[in-house]
């Protein structure tokens, strides 16, 4: 095959653990929900937590995103994770006798295990916590992540066989030397960071001050944590965010976020920030805390105006004081989120070393720290981490380890490079397609308690929306070994793709191709297909459906009626309901301008008795041109049909709306159909 | 390149009535490249084959498939094998092709399934013309790039005749008329005096042509 297609989906090569995006995607739009979620959960452990929280690379990278926006593929994520299907995972090829430490039950602890006990390893994970779950259990706020949710993953992976030890602070209750004497042949620290950073001005040891992650952690864990009416919250990360959304719902009236750059600056996720300023939080911008006052208890906090200078080293406009800005916040409660790092004092009297940033210092590629069996990842070695990148981390590290026991080199992956960016002319020819909102809980209800904000998509709003993803890099493909550069292919597709370089014998396909089909079917020498593994253009589910015709009696004909039927349109599932009502067989497909003729006459051959194309309305087309190229193929096979002498009335084309005419169509044609007697007379 | 159009179908199903092994062959060549006799074209006559007989109650097997080129010995070999269990091929190659089969195999009966018509061009897709007869003696740099014997009703070598009205040929409204075409043409290149000259009449004496390309013929290495 002559696979022109060099690079990927940039959705999947922006991913840090390449999650195969487009294919979930595709197989979502194809209502394939338990074989897309398998792909997802192949590679990520943590598919509900991420499908709510992830920081959505992909989406960054998505080529929808010159069209109109990108396609909501961490939503859709969510919609598969949220159908609760048993992960199906392989099982490990070999087992192998070494048992793995994993320290901190976190993501990144969590990730490394299930990879080392998919690989063939034992593990124990020790948790200094009562519950595992890390920062996602005691950061991220149940409104954003609910425990249910994040429970569901994690035991999906605890029930692959890992050992889970909570209690125990690796450093104080036992040490690195302990573990290795106990007998366990590599080390994953996964501790985290959860030191939170001071601001170093007067005032701070003040009651009513307190830091962010330590308030998240106290209304999960049930400290007793109050705030009063008016809260400040210093910092403009997803921290600082978080611990201000929770603030309001812990009964606070006034909340003011106060941030020394500016909105654009803001490291915090643009959806949570809306939500954010939705809910009433006040964003202080371009300001910095100099003072906090108060007794015995915060009363007022001192600020001071900013303005952007030139970047600094992370590329963000460095923030100067304005002299004689000062101003005056009256507050109770001052909760300090500007960051944190990992707790590495302990660690470090084990003898890892750290780095100058303050976290465990590793090799990037092997994720070893300076003690060989002793490895470490998350955000432990990244300040600033993600969940993703925690998983990432996780996983890599399991892989090195594995390495490593097995004394092999670790091989660094090759990255693929992403396709590039859709042409600007190609871009005027692809539809516009709004990308779905999200249903939302109501800001007056929602501030009230912890419930979830973002309720997640109804199937039909999920396929419709995976229906944007326009499968970059998995288009059609050419053979050419077949290929007889007749041209047809470049000449029919509506995106202009196909091309036969000047000097070339036979055509190519490029990535910007968008699977509509046209050229699939066209192609005279049958040289063209489809490289996505999930598309069989209605081949091979017709085969499926005619297997279960059953026997024929000469006394009570049924006919045997085919429907095809396109997927894209948005009276799919209640059309496809009537037509299983009706005893017709069902064959959907993704646009029927991936119909051929050869299809079509297929299903005669299989004994159908009538064939039914049911298409969208032009215009409600995912492909607009596929309608008319499906319509061509259809007067097309009509002829045929004639020069059978088979009745005309044995193909026919329906249109899905308004639905009572298409009721009432479809029941005519089925008398039609039984009054014209079998095609063949066999018994 | 050559252009053909299917045979209808009541032709072909009269001349295999009487079979029970049928083989559909499309051609990889022009006939693939205008859609008439590629792989797809010759999957569906082979499935209508196969609904027809089924309704007839016969009990045919038709199978299909296509060579590279028909006018090749070496790709005719290429279903050798294959052709023992053919009791009559439908060759949807153009005339060529269908007479390389019948002479490589006498056993079987090798039938066209479409009628070629002419050596065309792509006007547009879809849109094919013709614009050459393969007369043995080309002309067209005489007469401006144009070819009066593929492309007037009357083949004349010194046209234009009466019928040329308002640049159009009598035969169809929709033909220009070529030597219209070719006048033009040679006024503009500056080259109008060339057509006072009569041409004498062509000579179509000698059928079949036959072309030999000495250097490129088989060495017998064992001379
Ligand atoms: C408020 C907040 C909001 C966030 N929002 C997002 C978001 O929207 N999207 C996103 O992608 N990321 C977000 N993050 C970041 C994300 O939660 C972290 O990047 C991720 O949890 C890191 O995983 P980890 O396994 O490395 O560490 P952690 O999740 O911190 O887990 C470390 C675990 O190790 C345990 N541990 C520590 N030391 C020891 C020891 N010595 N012995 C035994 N156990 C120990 C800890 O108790 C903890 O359970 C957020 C973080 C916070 C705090
Ligand atoms: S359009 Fe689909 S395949 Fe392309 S980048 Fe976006 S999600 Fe990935
Ligand atoms: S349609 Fe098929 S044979 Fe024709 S140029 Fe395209 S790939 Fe080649
Ligand atoms: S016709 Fe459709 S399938 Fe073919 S290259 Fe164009 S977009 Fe891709
Ligand atoms: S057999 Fe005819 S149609 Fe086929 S390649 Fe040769 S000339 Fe063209």
């Keep these: ?683 | 390149m050559i252009v053909a159009r299917p045979k209808s179908f009541e032709e072909i199903i009269r001349l295999i009535q009487n079979y029970k092994k049928v083989a559909v062959l499309g051609c990889g060549g022009c006939v693939t490249v205008r859609s008439i006799g590629g792989q797809k074209q010759a999957e569906e006559l082979a499935s209508l084959l196969r609904l027809w007989a089924k309704r007839q109650g016969k009990d045919v097997v038709v199978t299909e498939a296509t060579l590279t080129r028909q006018c090749e010995p070496e790709f005719v070999e290429s279903i050798n094998d294959r052709a023992n269990d053919w009791e009559v091929v439908i060759s949807l190659a153009c005339g060529v092709g269908v007479q390389c089969l019948a002479e490589r195999f006498p056993r079987i009966k090798v039938l066209p399934g479409v009628d070629t018509i002419f050596m065309g061009a792509t006007i547009e897709p879809g849109l094919y013309w013709e614009r050459c007869v393969g007369c043995g003696e080309c002309i067209v740099g005489e007469t401006g790039g144009f070819c009066p014997v593929a492309r007037c009703a009357k083949s004349l070598m010194n046209g234009p005749c009466g019928g040329s009205q308002g640049g159009r040929c009598e035969v169809s409204p929709d033909t220009p008329c070529v030597w219209q075409l070719i006048y033009e043409r040679m006024e503009q290149l500056g080259m109008g005096e060339e057509l006072d000259v009569i041409r004498p009449p062509k000579d179509w004496s000698v059928r079949p042509q036959r072309m030999i390309m000495e250097h490129l013929r088989k060495v017998d290495s064992r001379q």
């Design chain 1, 1 to 683: 095959m002559n696979i022109k297609i060099k690079g990927e989906a940039p959705c999947i090569v922006a991913c840090p653990i390449n999650q195969d995006a487009r294919d979930y995607v595709q197989l979502l739009a194809r209502r394939n929900f338990e074989q897309a979620f398998q792909i997802v959960r192949s590679k990520n452990p943590f598919p509900a937590s991420c499908g709510r929280i992830c920081t959505r690379r992909c989406e960054e990278a998505c080529r929808r995103t010159s069209v109109d926006e990108p396609v909501a593929i961490c939503w859709l994520k969510r919609f598969l994770a949220d159908k609760d299907f048993t992960p199906n995972l392989p099982k490990p090829p070999k087992e192998y006798p070494e048992t793995v430490a994993i320290v901190g039950a976190g993501p990144a602890g969590l990730s490394a295990a299930n990879s080392l006990i998919l690989l063939g390893y034992k593990c124990v994970i020790f948790e200094e916590l009562q519950e595992p779950g890390g920062m996602l259990r005691v950061g991220v706020p149940r409104y954003r992540l609910p425990r249910e949710s994040l429970d569901k993953d994690i035991n999906n992976i605890l029930s692959l066989g890992a050992q889970l030890r909570t209690g125990i602070k690796v450093g104080r209750d036992i040490t690195l030397s302990d573990l290795q004497r106990e007998g366990f042949k590599a080390v994953f620290l996964a501790v985290g960071s959860h030191k939170p950073l001071k601001l170093d001005i007067p005032g701070e040891e003040l009651p009513g001050v307190i830091s962010g992650i330590e308030f998240l952690r106290q209304i999960t864990l049930g400290g007793g944590v109050k705030v009063d009416n008016r809260v400040a919250v210093i910092g403009g990360g997803d921290t600082a965010l978080d611990a201000a959304r929770a603030a309001l719902r812990m009964g606070a009236r006034d909340v003011s976020l106060i941030y020394r750059r500016s909105m654009e600056e803001m490291p915090c996720e643009t959806v949570g920030r809306k939500e954010a300023e939705e809910e009433g939080i006040k964003f202080v911008l371009l300001t910095t805390p100099a003072k906090i006052f108060g007794k015995n208890r915060v009363t007022g906090l001192r600020c001071i105006k900013m303005t952007l200078g030139e970047p600094d080293n992370s590329g963000r406009r460095r923030p100067i004081p304005l002299p004689g800005s000062g101003f005056t916040l009256q507050v109770d409660t001052v909760i300090v989120a500007i960051g944190q790092s990992p707790e590495v004092d302990l660690l470090s009297k084990n003898g890892v070393e750290i780095s100058e940033k303050g976290t465990i210092k590793i090799d990037n590629h092997t994720m070893s720290t300076t003690i060989p069996w002793v490895f470490a990842g998350g955000d432990a070695v990244t300040l600033g981490g993600t969940l993703v990148q925690a998983i990432a981390h996780g996983n890599q590290t399991a892989l090195s380890i594995h390495n490593y026991l097995r004394g092999e080199r670790f091989q660094i992956p090759v990255r693929t490079e992403p396709i590039k960016e859709l042409s600007p002319p190609r871009v005027q020819l692809i539809k516009r397609e709004a990308r779905q909102r999200m249903p939302m809980l109501p800001v007056e209800s929602r501030i009230k308690d912890f419930n979830e904000v973002e309720l997640g998509f109804p199937e039909e709003q999920a396929v419709k929306e995976a229906r944007r993803c326009l499968n970059c890099a998995a288009g059609a493909v050419v053979d050419p070994e077949l290929c007889a550069a007749c041209l047809t292919c470049v000449r029919v597709c509506p995106y202009d793709i196909p091309q036969i370089p000047l000097g070339g014998r036979t055509a190519e396909i490029g990535p910007d191709c968008q699977s509509c089909g046209v050229c699939v079917v066209e192609c005279p020498a049958n040289a063209i297909s489809l490289k996505d593994r999930y598309e069989d253009m209605g081949e091979k589910t017709l085969e499926s459906v005619m297997g279960q015709i059953p026997g024929r009696g000469i006394l009570q004909y049924a006919p045997t009626i085919v429907a095809f039927l396109c997927q894209y349109d948005s009276h799919s599932q209640t059309v496809s309901q009537k037509l299983r009502e009706n005893g017709i067989k069902v064959v959907e497909v993704s646009c029927i301008s991936k119909l051929e003729p050869r299809t079509l006459l297929k299903a005669f051959e299989m004994l159908a008795d009538a064939v039914v194309i049911i298409g969208s309305q032009s215009g409600d087309c995912h492909f607009d041109a596929g309608h008319t190229w499906a319509k061509r193929r259809f007067d097309y096979t009509a002829l045929f049909l004639e020069t059978l002498g088979l009745e005309r009335q044995r193909l026919q084309w329906l249109s899905p709306t308004p639905e009572e005419e298409f009721f009432k169509s479809l029941s005519n044609f089925v008398e039609e159909i039984k009054k014209l007697g079998p095609v063949f007379q066999i018994v």
